[in-house]
């Protein structure tokens, strides 16, 4: 999704602002631009439609002097990827924004800066802003004040950054709604959507909150709270090396991340595991006795996190015997819901800057839930800062915008919760063990798993002409089958769906033919001999079957099945182990079809807009 970089400083920012914004490439976008100020140039400005690459050849072509800067990524809202509609946006060759969000109040702001004497010359929500803003320079206001006054007139989503040619002394940013960073520097001070575009710069950060003005120079920055009061925010530092965003020798981010797993799902474990039991502190101080107090559980989140909250409603009910309700985030925040007493509200996510599950926490903060806990992988994100209790994920940078590494490190922080609260609720010491044992070996056993990567690479050919696919799974490994489907249309853009096998028979059998090959997870569990039988029903319609099924699954390939063995496991860690085959499946799939693996058509990492 749109990405921000700005910078005030004492050397050319415009190199500091393509870097920037190369960084923020993961992010998905559709097009670039950048706004400079200098006394040779002015305000000088360069946009293109594309990749950031094609912004630095003409940065290259059409050097750009210096020193105080915008920049910006544009992921589609309002108006089709185009150059015209690409920031930053100008007003009177005098003011410059960039915007993330959206304007939800843009048509009424347009018409009345229409009937003002304004032109517009793009089909952006974000145009009203950099208008709005100059008219209050044009009626004498200084920068800082003229944003102000034009953030009160916003509805809407934004993060902004601003710089008016007539005083390049200052660079103002602005969040309500999308999230920005302050980069610190000796001198000099920078802005940021996140802090991966800044690390080459500054490892010392200023997280602004909902509602903060900030007025940037070179020798400081002033913070305003929403109610206009000069604000003190804390400067932290990161701990994320500049280099942790770099591909090493993959070929791409997507296949680094999955072969990450087991280091990431080792570093999520550490200090959270004692010889036979898990450590309540890994929750936080006061978690023990909060999390023995939960009587039902409502997880909350988006896309693959969701996915990874459907599996832990199978954990949850089985082993710590409490209801658990799953919901995506877009859905549970537009509708009533009752909630359960003393109820536990948690969400999922990678970068804990998902509007919509952000928007639902802050819902359930409004309506009785006992506590709200936060699963995820940025430490510095809103969902943290806004949550009671915290899990995080240590699975590190995930650049790849279809997930994978985050995905398994949310399955394990999942399994923490799950055995914590089981233990509140009876669970013996003993399947308390078993359950750390397992998840001390998972890191090896997935290092096996990743071992049969030759061989999904080359099933990989026979999925390469198909149009469509169906996954099948049952029990716990059905959430696990949504997220092979997912992964494979994110990335390969084959249409693909998952079923739980039992409802094969009211609906998609109807679309087997030899053309729809159906993947199947099967380990070697109580449902085991039920999924066969649903296999059969595909088999006899002349569907291709491909089974992922651990070595003590009684199967033979035959015509019309291939079966591909994974080591043997355990019930409780087997939606772990068999995502990584569909992880790989999907990547192979998309790579031998061409397509931009890592920044796929029409997708956003980070979703900050509703
Ligand atoms: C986007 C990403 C997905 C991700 C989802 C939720 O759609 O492309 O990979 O699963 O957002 O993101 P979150 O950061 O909340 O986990």
Same mark, same amino acid.
């Given at each position: 999704?749109?990405?921000?970089?700005?910078?005030?400083?004492?050397?050319?920012?415009?190199?500091?602002?393509?870097?920037?914004?190369?960084?923020?490439?993961?992010?998905?976008?559709?097009?670039?631009?950048?706004?400079?100020?200098?006394?040779?140039?002015?305000?000088?400005?360069?946009?293109?439609?594309?990749?950031?690459?094609?912004?630095?050849?003409?940065?290259?072509?059409?050097?750009?002097?210096?020193?105080?800067?915008?920049?910006?990524?544009?992921?589609?809202?309002?108006?089709?990827?185009?150059?015209?509609?690409?920031?930053?946006?100008?007003?009177?060759?005098?003011?410059?924004? %960039?915007? !993330?969000?959206? &304007?939800?109040?843009?048509?009424?702001?347009? #018409? $009345?800066?229409?009937?003002? @004497?304004? *032109?517009?010359?793009?089909?952006?929500?974000?145009?009203?802003?950099?208008?709005?803003?100059?008219?209050?320079?044009?009626?004498?206001?200084?920068?800082?004040?003229?944003?102000?006054?034009?953030?009160?007139?916003?509805?809407?989503?934004?993060?902004?950054?601003?710089?008016?040619?007539?005083?390049?002394?200052?660079?103002?940013?602005?969040?309500?709604?999308?999230?920005?960073?302050?980069?610190?520097?000796?001198?000099?001070?920078?802005?940021?959507?996140?802090?991966?575009?800044?690390?080459? %710069?500054? !490892?010392?950060? &200023?997280?602004?909150?909902?509602?903060?003005? #900030? $007025?940037?120079?070179?020798? @400081?920055? *002033?913070?305003?709270?929403?109610?206009?009061?000069?604000?003190?925010?804390?400067?932290?530092?990161?701990?994320?090396?500049?280099?942790?965003?770099?591909?090493?020798?993959?070929?791409?981010?997507?296949?680094?991340?999955?072969?990450?797993?087991?280091?990431?799902?080792?570093?999520?474990?550490?200090?959270?595991?004692?010889?036979?039991?898990?450590?309540?502190?890994?929750?936080?101080?006061?978690?023990?006795?909060?999390?023995?107090?939960?009587?039902?559980?409502?997880?909350?989140?988006?896309?693959?996190?969701?996915?990874?909250?459907?599996?832990?409603?199978?954990?949850?009910?089985?082993?710590?015997?409490?209801?658990?309700?799953?919901?995506?985030?877009?859905?549970?925040?537009?509708?009533?819901?009752?909630?359960?007493?003393?109820?536990?509200?948690?969400?999922?996510?990678?970068?804990?800057?998902?509007?919509?599950?952000?928007?639902?926490?802050?819902?359930?903060?409004?309506?009785?839930?006992?506590?709200?806990?936060?699963?995820?992988?940025?430490?510095?994100?809103?969902?943290?800062?806004?949550?009671?209790?915290?899990?995080?994920?240590?699975?590190?940078?995930?650049?790849?915008?279809?997930?994978?590494?985050?995905?398994?490190?949310?399955?394990?922080?999942?399994?923490?919760?799950?055995?914590?609260?089981?233990?509140?609720?009876?669970?013996?010491?003993?399947?308390?063990?078993?359950?750390?044992?397992?998840?001390?070996?998972?890191?090896?056993?997935?290092?096996?798993?990743?071992?049969?990567?030759?061989?999904?690479?080359?099933?990989?050919?026979?999925?390469?002409?198909?149009?469509?696919?169906?996954?099948?799974?049952?029990?716990?490994?059905?959430?696990?089958?949504?997220?092979?489907?997912?992964?494979?249309?994110?990335?390969?853009?084959?249409?693909?769906?998952?079923?739980?096998?039992?409802?094969?028979?009211?609906?998609?059998?109807?679309?087997?033919?030899?053309?729809?090959?159906?993947?199947?997870?099967?380990?070697?569990?109580?449902?085991?001999?039920?999924?066969?039988?649903?296999?059969?029903?595909?088999?006899?319609?002349?569907?291709?079957?491909?089974?992922?099924?651990?070595?003590?699954?009684?199967?033979?390939?035959?015509?019309?099945?291939?079966?591909?063995?994974?080591?043997?496991?355990?019930?409780?860690?087997?939606?772990?182990?068999?995502?990584?085959?569909?992880?790989?499946?999907?990547?192979?799939?998309?790579?031998?079809?061409?397509?931009?693996?890592?920044?796929?058509?029409?997708?956003?990492?980070?979703?900050?807009?509703?």
């Amino acid at each position: 999704m749109c990405g921000i970089v700005g910078a005030i400083a004492q050397r050319p920012v415009a190199a500091i602002l393509l870097e920037g914004l190369k960084r923020l490439e993961y992010r998905g976008y559709d097009s670039a631009g950048l706004a400079v100020l200098s006394t040779e140039r002015g305000m000088h400005r360069l946009r293109t439609l594309g990749k950031v690459s094609k912004l630095a050849e003409a940065v290259a072509a059409e050097p750009m002097p210096g020193s105080i800067g915008i920049a910006h990524t544009r992921w589609a809202t309002h108006g089709e990827p185009s150059t015209e509609n690409a920031h930053p946006h100008l007003s009177g060759e005098r003011c410059a924004i %960039v915007h !993330n969000g959206i &304007i939800e109040n843009h048509a009424t702001l347009r #018409a $009345e800066q229409l009937a003002a @004497g304004h *032109t517009f010359t793009s089909q952006t929500d974000t145009e009203v802003v950099v208008h709005a803003v100059y008219d209050a320079l044009a009626a004498g206001h200084g920068l800082t004040d003229a944003v102000r006054r034009t953030t009160a007139r916003l509805d809407g989503a934004y993060a902004l950054g601003v710089i008016d040619a007539e005083d390049p002394s200052q660079l103002i940013a602005a969040r309500q709604g999308s999230p920005l960073v302050i980069g610190v520097g000796f001198q000099e001070h920078f802005i940021a959507s996140d802090v991966f575009a800044l690390l080459p %710069v500054t !490892n010392r950060f &200023i997280f602004l909150e909902e509602g903060d003005l #900030a $007025e940037l120079r070179l020798d @400081g920055v *002033t913070i305003w709270d929403r109610d206009g009061r000069v604000v003190e925010r804390p400067v932290r530092e990161s701990s994320v090396a500049a280099d942790s965003a770099e591909r090493g020798e993959y070929r791409h981010f997507m296949q680094k991340e999955i072969f990450e797993q087991p280091r990431a799902i080792a570093d999520t474990l550490e200090g959270r595991l004692a010889a036979e039991h898990v450590l309540p502190e890994a929750f936080g101080p006061e978690a023990e006795a909060v999390l023995a107090r939960v009587e039902a559980v409502t997880i909350v989140a988006c896309g693959t996190s969701y996915h990874a909250g459907l599996v832990a409603k199978y954990w949850i009910e089985a082993l710590a015997d409490l209801p658990c309700r799953v919901e995506v985030a877009s859905e549970y925040r537009y509708r009533k819901h009752v909630v359960p007493a003393n109820a536990l509200f948690v969400t999922i996510s990678q970068s804990g800057e998902t509007a919509d599950s952000l928007a639902a926490l802050r819902i359930a903060k409004d309506s009785g839930y006992a506590k709200t806990l936060a699963i995820c992988n940025v430490p510095e994100s809103s969902l943290v800062r806004e949550s009671d209790l915290v899990l995080l994920t240590h699975a590190g940078p995930e650049i790849g915008v279809a997930s994978t590494k985050a995905f398994t490190t949310q399955l394990v922080a999942l399994l923490l919760l799950t055995v914590n609260l089981a233990r509140t609720r009876g669970m013996d010491a003993a399947a308390e063990a078993h359950a750390v044992g397992l998840l001390r070996g998972l890191s090896s056993q997935l290092e096996e798993v990743l071992a049969i990567d030759p061989q999904i690479a080359a099933l990989a050919e026979r999925f390469v002409e198909k149009h469509h696919c169906l996954f099948l799974g049952r029990g716990e490994e059905y959430p696990i089958a949504m997220e092979g489907a997912l992964k494979l249309k994110e990335i390969s853009y084959i249409h693909a769906e998952a079923y739980p096998a039992g409802e094969l028979k009211h609906g998609p059998l109807a679309l087997i033919d030899e053309d729809m090959p159906v993947v199947a997870v099967a380990p070697n569990n109580a449902l085991l001999e039920k999924l066969k039988s649903n296999l059969e029903e595909v088999r006899a319609r002349g569907g291709q079957l491909f089974v992922f099924a651990d070595t003590q699954v009684p199967m033979q390939e035959e015509p019309g099945i291939t079966v591909i063995r994974l080591p043997e496991t355990d019930d409780l860690i087997d939606p772990l182990v068999f995502t990584i085959p569909l992880q790989l499946l999907a990547y192979h799939v998309a790579t031998l079809k061409g397509t931009d693996v890592d920044q796929p058509r029409n997708l956003a990492k980070s979703v900050t807009v509703e």
